[in-house]
């Protein structure tokens, strides 16, 4: 992380953001599940370090000392955690998702002498976040053919990161990025629904026979399916911004913006009562071929 932080040529993080990250960590060791992640996402202005874990556990936010702690005596103090992540930030908090959890924290520049930064907590534990429209009133059955497995996979992987990324930003620095809050609204909005819809077992049982690909069937109201469209335009927007370099992100290779068209199309096409129509891109088999050399 450390070697990250030179890159960029924030070299004044650096001493704040290793104080906070190994509390996180210790932590996460201590408390949560593995699989455990450390990584440097946001921007170049404001980078954001994540310490992410399989647990849905949200942490406890800092409480008051009964008694005042010397600077030194906290530094030194095993475990103290959460009131040294608030300290050594400039804002924090965790992001709580169906798969684990995220603690964040955009590192300062010096370490605070008060309280430090107020954690956030968001995600699926919010219930300001859960609109899932839980009994719309019409549903309509979308039919997916042909769809590659791991461009699948990869599609959610995305639109998973890109909304946290864009959501934690605008938590972070609403008022340097007001774009990503735009963003993070929409990706609230349309989002869920696309992830409610998924069909995930399905493709979890095709990438344990070894199936390139896979025949889906997912329901979604009709309202939702209409807003995908703009959920398209959406992720063209988010490119965009990633190239600009207002994120620590990438954009998508012309072959992801050719499945996701195809993929996000689909729900459009058939919402208008077109025909479905099957994946006619490249499909990666090498499954299939490693199982006939095996065979």
């Known amino acids: 992380m450390v070697s990250v932080f030179r890159d960029m040529g924030r070299d004044d993080l650096i001493e704040c953001a290793e104080m906070a990250v190994s509390e996180l960590v210790t932590n996460a060791l201590l408390h949560a599940e593995p699989p455990i992640h450390v990584r440097v996402r946001g921007t170049h202005e404001h980078p954001r370090v994540e310490v992410a874990d399989a647990s849905t556990e949200v942490p406890d936010l800092p409480r008051p000392p009964l008694i005042d702690d010397d600077l030194d005596d906290l ?13 050594a930030s400039e804002a924090w908090g965790a992001e709580i998702e169906d798969e684990g959890k995220t603690v964040w924290f955009t590192p300062a520049a010096e370490f605070s002498e008060d309280d430090g930064a107020e954690g956030q907590i968001t995600g699926v534990e919010n219930p300001a976040l859960e609109r899932t429209g839980e009994h719309p009133t019409d549903v309509q059955e979308f039919s997916l053919r042909g769809v590659p497995v791991r461009d699948y996979t990869a599609f959610q992987n995305h639109v998973r990161e890109l909304r946290r990324e864009v959501r934690l930003l605008a938590l972070a620095h609403q008022s340097d990025y007001p774009l990503a ?19 995930n077992q399905d493709v979890r049982r095709a990438q344990q026979a070894g199936e390139p690909t896979v025949d889906l069937t997912v329901l979604m109201s009709r309202t939702a399916a209409e807003e995908v469209g703009r959920f398209i335009e959406l992720l063209d927007l988010t490119d965009a911004f990633c190239r ?15 499945f996701q068209n195809w993929y996000l199309g689909e729900f459009v096409r058939q919402e208008r009562g077109e025909e479905p129509r099957a994946w006619q891109g490249p499909v990666d088999d090498t499954a299939v071929q490693r199982r006939m050399r095996l065979s």
């Open 75 to 87: 530094l030194l103090t095993f475990g103290r955690g959460l009131s040294i992540v608030a300290r």
């Open 181 to 199: 809050q735009d963003l993070s609204d929409v990706f609230d909005r349309l989002g869920r629904p696309l992830r409610l819809g998924s069909t």
């Open 244 to 258: 600009a370099e207002r994120m620590l992100s990438l954009a998508r290779s012309p072959e992801q913006v050719t």
